[in-house]
């Protein structure tokens, strides 16, 4: 009885070592403003503020860029009860990132992983994580990695894989527990999709074979998996907007894009510096010999690990398959829409790390087991330091997410070709009416190379409208619609300061061409109304005015703003 209750007070005492050591390296997360995304999905986001709301979120699958309705649920929950605190919306965060740390240490004693507290502590405090736990919009990552976490938990009881349970009748309430965990996980980010796959990877490492009643019983998770997967995509490409020429990749460049990948996300694991919110885009060419290298070592990597199996086990192969299939969504098969920036990102790996965080732990842990005595204190010394090398880190780290302008600072620091952060920059100071530095942060952006330079330019145009200086703003708005033909948002814009001059040829001339090119443009519809009427051509500006009447209908019954509404009335 005694060594019951000393077992669970030390049980008791880790894992509040394993919360304490999680808040005290992101504390200071509780002090930081909205960023990037976040006024978009919490701050100015209709949704959430009414009733309403609510119900379009579940169910409306387009009433947000992203079907979440989990996530996008506890958002709304929180706006209702403390407003727009962003002190509360982080320290959540935080929250679910310690509990996954401690759910994660549960998992690996219920499979009876050596190390198993040493890698929930690891992961608690890798500085890689931090871009999911401070950025408000990645509760994403952290609510649905304490779900995915939970699923697993409870399918591993009801597989009765726990060392310490007795082979018994399944418990399917533990099943049931396990599958509503997993639909949450999904509702809440759909990367939690690879979780079956993950666990009929646990399931072969530990029985050594898959059989048909070990795959059946995960027919349920596989369908719902891949519905709410391909529906992701769908959204990606319809909604999101990723699509257009940075998309527009072969096989084979997807291929070399995923091996590299693999190697970079391993490789800021091992040796976490230099973490930027936006890393270099890599150029892609298929006549690059040396490119192969990456997908070519990784395959060679998983096929040395399986051909050694009966030496070194199959805890190795099964770690590197699961860090590949669950990074697999993020690998640039699929079309995602941070894809235009760079073709990594921090939180792509928030759950994918869990391999290799978890086979280092276990052998580290493995290794000090063979030491005894005085051997093992300066190994345990080393483990402790490290895990405070990795704690400093992430506290380090934190103070770039502080505010949209320490972000993108932090980001051109270490990534200077990064022009979305030079835009986003100058959007900043923009916004607290910091002209000199807004305009020069615009025409640094044009001087960087990148495939988006008519988003600048349009930007720039508008910005200059509003500081009256239309002549400059019109060639940048020439220069946006010459770059891309179908800018829909750049014509409109040109046509808001024709107008103004009376020009209304070839301002209805833009915003046909707007409206041609985007049907759904309810604003530039009202707008060639207008200026129809005005050029005495009414019954051509009756039909805008159905048209633009019926299409703000439709957007106000999703209860989100027209996505192109215009910069100018």
């Known amino acids: 009885m005694n060594k019951i209750a000393t077992k669970h007070s030390r049980n008791i005492g880790l894992g509040s070592l394993l919360i304490a050591m999680s808040v005290i390296a992101y504390w200071q997360v509780t002090g930081l403003d909205f960023i990037w995304d976040d006024d978009q999905i919490v701050a100015q986001n209709p949704l959430m503020r009414s009733l309403d709301g609510l119900r379009l979120i579940w169910f409306d699958v387009r009433a947000a860029n992203q079907y979440y309705p989990v996530t996008w649920t506890s958002f709304w929950l929180q706006r209702q009860i403390w407003g727009l605190d962003a002190a509360v919306l982080h320290a959540t965060n935080l929250a679910l990132h310690a509990f996954s740390a401690l759910l994660l240490w549960r998992v690996l004693r219920v499979l009876g992983v050596p190390g198993a507290w040493l890698a929930a502590a690891v992961f608690a405090v890798h500085p890689v994580h931090v871009e999911s736990v401070a950025w408000i919009s990645e509760r994403k990552n ?36 396990s599958l509503f965990l997993f639909i949450l996980a999904l509702l809440s980010k759909t990367v939690a999709s690879t979780l079956p796959v993950a666990l009929l990877l646990v399931l072969w490492w530990k029985q050594g074979h898959i059989g048909r009643r070990d795959v059946l019983p995960f027919l349920p998770f596989f369908a719902l998996g891949i519905a709410l997967g391909l529906l992701t995509i769908w959204l990606e490409k319809v909604q999101v907007g990723a699509a257009g020429a940075e998309w527009d990749l072969s096989l084979i460049d997807r291929c070399l894009i995923a091996g590299r990948a693999l190697w970079f996300y391993a490789g800021k694991l091992a040796w976490p510096d230099s973490l930027t919110f936006v890393y270099p885009r890599w150029k892609i060419d298929a006549s690059v010999w040396w490119q192969y290298f990456f997908p070519i070592s990784a395959a060679a990597l998983a096929g040395g690990l399986w051909l050694l199996r009966g030496r070194i086990g199959r805890g190795p192969l099964t770690a590197a398959l699961y860090f590949g299939l669950t990074l697999g969504p993020a690998l640039g098969f699929f079309d995602v829409y941070p894809m235009r920036y760079s073709f990594v990102a921090d939180h792509f790996q928030y759950l994918a790390s869990l391999g290799p965080i978890v086979l280092a732990c276990a052998g580290i842990q493995m290794g000090l087991n063979r030491l005894s005595g005085h051997g093992k204190a300066p190994a345990l010394g080393i483990c402790a330091l490290a895990l405070l090398v990795l ?34 920059l100058a959007e900043w100071h923009r916004a607290r009416n910091e002209t000199e530095e807004a305009i020069s942060n615009y025409l640094e952006a044009l001087k960087i190379e990148n495939p988006n330079k008519d988003y600048v330019h349009n930007n720039l145009g508008t910005y200059l409208v509003l500081l009256d200086r239309p002549d ?18 750049a014509r409109y814009n040109l046509a808001a300061l024709l107008i103004r001059e009376g020009d209304f040829d070839e301002a209805i001339m833009h915003l046909q061409k707007a409206v041609s090119d985007r049907p759904d443009y ?12 005005k050029a005495g051509r009414p019954d051509e500006a009756f039909d805008h005015f159905v048209i633009a009447a019926r299409l703000k209908r439709e957007v106000e019954a999703r209860g989100q703003p027209d996505p192109l509404s215009g910069d100018h009335d």
Do not use: C
Request: overall charge positive; aromatic content about 12%; proline content about 4%.
């Open 142 to 177: 952290v609510l649905s990695g304490v779900f995915y976490l939970g699923s697993a938990l409870a399918y591993l009881k009801f597989a009765q894989l726990d060392r310490l349970q007795a082979q018994r009748k399944p418990n399917w309430i533990l099943y049931l527990l």
């Open 391 to 424: 704690a400093a880190l992430t506290w380090l780290r934190v103070p770039a997410f502080e505010n949209p302008g320490t972000l993108w600072r932090d980001t051109l620091a270490k990534n200077p070709a990064a022009w979305m952060a030079r835009g986003n």
């Open 472 to 489: 400059e703003a019109k060639v940048h708005y020439a220069k946006a619609i010459e770059m891309r033909a179908d800018y829909a948002l």
């Open 522 to 533: 309810q604003a530039a519809h009202y707008r060639l109304g207008k200026v129809l009427t």
